[in-house]
């Protein structure tokens, strides 16, 4: 009777198994249907930006983790939590509000958040724990690590390269991430910062520390030593182009294009490392194993595996549902432009060569306006409705156009402070490729009326603007003044701003 009630319990578990399996496929089905946008949004990252190419195979090598670990997870039956509804749910409210709101990297990050949300929801607790590195994993997919590590990298290879360079006797000089030697100008610039490298390599050393070691201190002390390695990798990189311009006049191929040289240096360094890290390599540990499987749950619970899933789809459903309803712009929209005040003439017809670049806006114009030999230049970017893309705090936009106009050496946007409304701007000094004369230009956005420099916190107040239904517009707004002296030129802008206030807040 004993072998007979093991078989038929045996039996049992399988048939359990599969009902919560093909749940499981139906609901991840259902997420790939409803967010699909999201989806191909991915998709496309992984094809276009060669950052994050190895996207393409994150969702293979995490299913494939799971498949070779599931003679663990199969030792505890799969239980249906009904809290798990709460949580799809409320990623399904952050999703929302990233879409309206056209961020499209919380988009991508709450598409990944709904996988482990589906294992809670589904197998419960204890199978979630035997799969969370998997899942976990699924976010070296997402395109937010350069957003996280681009600016200390960047600024670190410069501090970095600038020392080296110094110490093997190449005159140089830094300002920022611009690098000066006789020859020429080197800017270690985003795209040159190493950032693939160091996503890849990251990536790289997740994996093989979850797969070698089994203690925690052995993955942290190998994903560090990837890190540091990584990062040496990099800055060597840079001292050898560097190197290479300073000792043939610039002239060397490497200083125009350093890919192969950057792929090279990563090969190099990680062979060496990814074999010292498997000498230390853990064995299987089966006690551990075996006093693991004894914490699970050997009892089914009593919720069926079918019942929930009309509360998945519903959760699911909520997103885009949200979204559906949210309000959109009008194209009509309009903005008339500041009224002249405190003695300035305007607003003027311009003609010169700033053109900033707004991708997709509505509506944008350059006036004049001038008082004695003053003169500033005001620019507003109207964005009456925004699509992905074609959005008003989109990263890609500029106020200089940059077939004709270029950052000052050491002069990338920074926020300036003022004691005076808007309080905060962000000011860029560009200097053109044509001769023309360099201006030194203040920015910043007013959405439904709230007036910020910060480009996140403008996505914000487009969020704030959906919830309470204004239908105001959304303005990009700068204002220009020729000149290299920087500081005259913020005293023009300064004095411009306080005199016009009362119409710039009408904007």
Not at 158 to 168: D, S
Not at 179 to 195: D, L, N, Q, R
Not at 436 to 442: G, I, S, T
Request: a neutral charge.
């Amino acid at each position: 009777m004993g072998a007979v009630g093991e078989a038929e319990r045996s039996l049992s578990n399988t048939r359990l198994w599969r009902a919560h399996l093909l749940l499981f496929g139906v609901a991840c089905l259902s997420l790939v249907v409803l967010y699909w946008g999201t989806v191909v949004s991915l998709v496309s990252t992984w094809w276009h930006e060669g950052t994050y190419s190895h996207g393409f195979l994150i969702f293979p090598i995490s299913a494939y983790l799971v498949y070779e670990n599931r003679a663990r997870i199969i030792r505890c039956l799969p239980r249906v939590r009904l809290s798990g509804l709460v949580l799809l749910g409320l990623i399904a409210l952050i999703w929302a509000a990233a879409e309206v709101t056209l961020v499209q990297v919380g988009q991508q990050l709450a598409f990944v958040a709904f996988f482990p949300a589906l294992v809670w929801t589904i197998f419960g607790g204890d199978v979630l724990k035997r799969v969370w590195f998997p899942l976990f994993f699924l976010l070296f997919s997402i395109p937010v690590w350069d957003h996280l590590i681009t600016v200390p990298l960047q600024s670190l290879t410069a501090w970095v390269a600038h020392q080296i360079l110094l110490m093997i006797d190449v005159p140089a000089a830094r300002d920022e991430h611009f690098i000066s030697i006789p020859s020429g100008v080197f800017h270690i610039a985003t795209s040159c910062a190493g950032t693939r490298y160091f996503i890849a390599g990251l990536t790289l050393s997740t994996l093989f520390a979850y797969m070698m070691y089994n203690r925690l201190y052995k993955q942290i002390a190998f994903i560090v030593s990837a890190v540091v390695v990584y990062a040496f990798v990099n800055f060597v990189r840079v001292v050898m182009v560097i190197v290479a311009g300073h000792l043939t006049e610039m002239q060397h191929p490497w200083v125009h294009d350093h890919t192969m040289l950057g792929w090279g240096l990563f090969i190099v360094f990680s062979i060496p490392l990814f074999w010292f890290g498997m000498r230390f390599m853990d064995a299987v540990d089966s006690k551990a194993e075996a006093d693991e499987s004894a914490l699970c749950v050997t009892k089914a619970s009593g919720v069926k595996a079918w019942s929930v899933l009309p509360g998945v789809i519903l959760a699911l459903f909520l997103g885009p549902a949200l979204v559906l309803n949210a309000e959109e712009g009008s194209e009509s929209a309009h903005v008339d432009p500041p009224v002249a005040q405190a003695s300035w003439n305007g607003p003027l017809s311009y003609e010169g060569a700033w053109d900033p670049t707004y991708v997709g806006a509505s509506h944008e114009e350059v006036f004049t306006y001038e008082k004695g030999m003053q003169r500033v230049y005001f620019y507003y970017a109207l964005y009456a409705k925004q699509a992905q893309g074609k959005e008003l705090a989109d990263r890609y936009n500029t106020v200089y156009d940059r077939e004709t106009w270029t950052p000052e050496l050491g002069g990338e946007t920074r926020t300036l402070k003022l004691n005076v409304w808007p309080y905060r701007v962000n000011e860029t000094v560009i200097r053109s490729k044509h001769g023309l004369a360099p201006k030194v230009v203040w920015q910043w956005y007013v959405v439904a009326g709230r007036v910020t420099a910060n480009r996140q916190q403008a996505k914000l107040f487009e969020l704030f603007k959906l919830i309470n239904m204004t239908g105001n517009t959304s303005l990009a707004v700068a204002l220009a003044v020729d000149g290299s002296d920087v500081d005259r030129a913020r005293g023009e802008l300064k004095r411009f701003v306080t005199d016009m206030t009362p119409e710039l807040k009408k904007l």
